[in-house]
């Protein structure tokens, strides 16, 4: 771990970068724009992102490994929000420095708590301001800084808009100047360490959230049964779990409309992620108060 937070120039850098915010800054669309490719799913509602998700970033000079950490949770009652809450400041712990993610020209108090979190961990702190694109005139941004910058000692500020790509190219090098020296710790070709099951499980989740929008059952999850390829062709039958019976038939649908959708939407993704034709079953099965349950968590493999 890198104990001098002061950038310097030399040789290759290799570490890791925490990504962390309040829920819905940007995070994951983040992540995914900085590698070029859909790493962490996406979507308008709040705590989409459950996983600790690693992201390599490979350049010529620098490896980045970025954690995108869930959003911290006040009151963690629920056993998944105190799941996240531990996944979230390990992550940060263990970062050589982390990016602190607020979306330009808002500061709530969820952030707040955020960055005393920051500040009581001691690493470096790049912060980055999100969703710069739906700022005019940029010069709206200076007075922003100039009251974040009083907030806490920021090794970088960095504005930056990864729905339009702009200042990313700026970041990685940024953020490899607080990494140590060190050689690649992944081969160039792996951009995640995250299994091909556990992408796929992924997928089917974040399309149920794209297509259920304000419906979606907050304790939703899904496991992968099979995952097995055949004659250059992928099977995958996946359990999309509920919490109650009245949850399933919302997942389902009118006469099988929505888990069909949502089974095509599914599949297209996968035969692209993982370069062959897939067949996809899709199963809808209850298992109550699944998220309330530290032991149903562990099953679905929630602990680490
Ligand atoms: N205009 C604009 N919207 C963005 C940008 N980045 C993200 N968004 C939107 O903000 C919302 C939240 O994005 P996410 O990346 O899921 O946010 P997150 O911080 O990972 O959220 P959690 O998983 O809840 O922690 C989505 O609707 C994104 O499309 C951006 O650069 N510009």
């Keep these: 771990m890198n104990q001098d937070s002061s950038p310097s120039d030399g040789g290759h850098r290799c570490g890791f970068a925490a990504i962390v915010g309040r829920p819905n800054v940007g995070k994951s ?9 859909k790493i962490s799913i996406v979507s308008h509602k709040p705590q989409t992102t459950r996983h600790r998700i690693l992201g390599i970033l490979t350049q010529p000079q620098a490896q980045i490994i970025f954690v995108d950490t869930p959003g911290l949770h006040a009151g963690a009652r629920r056993a998944m929000n105190r799941h996240m809450n531990r996944a979230a400041l390990t992550s940060l712990q263990d970062a050589d420095v982390n990016l602190f993610v607020v979306e330009a020209l808002r ?3 969820a952030d707040q708590r955020v960055l005393d979190e920051l500040v009581r961990i001691g690493r ?5 301001l999100s969703k710069v694109d739906k700022v005019t005139p940029r010069a709206r941004l200076l007075p922003f800084i100039e009251e974040m910058s009083r907030r806490a000692h920021f090794v970088e500020v960095i504005p930056v808009s990864a729905r339009r790509h702009s200042n990313l190219d700026t970041l ?29 499980a992924e997928i089917v ?15 939703i999850t899904v496991g992968i049964e099979r995952f097995e390829e055949e004659e250059g062709r992928l099977y995958i039958n996946a359990v999309i779990w509920v919490e109650r019976s009245g949850q399933k038939a919302i997942v389902i649908g009118q006469g099988g409309e929505q888990l069909k959708e949502t089974g095509r939407a599914a599949r297209l993704e996968m035969s692209e992620r993982f370069k062959r034709p897939v067949h996809l079953e899709l199963w809808v ?3 109550e108060n699944w998220s309330d349950s530290e032991k149903a968590l562990r099953q679905l493999g929630y602990e680490e």
């Design 285 to 287: 099965k209850v298992k």
């Design 107 to 109: 500061w709530t108090d």
């Design 124 to 128: 470096p702190i790049i912060l980055v």
């Design 172 to 200: 990685a090098p940024l953020i490899a100047r607080y990494l140590p020296e060190s050689p690649p710790h992944f081969p160039p070709e792996q951009h995640t360490d995250r299994s091909d099951e556990f992408q796929a």
């Design 29 to 37: 669309t983040l992540l995914n724009a900085l590698l070029r490719r």
């Design 205 to 219: 989740r974040e399309k149920l959230t794209l297509r259920l929008h304000q419906e979606l059952p907050y304790g």
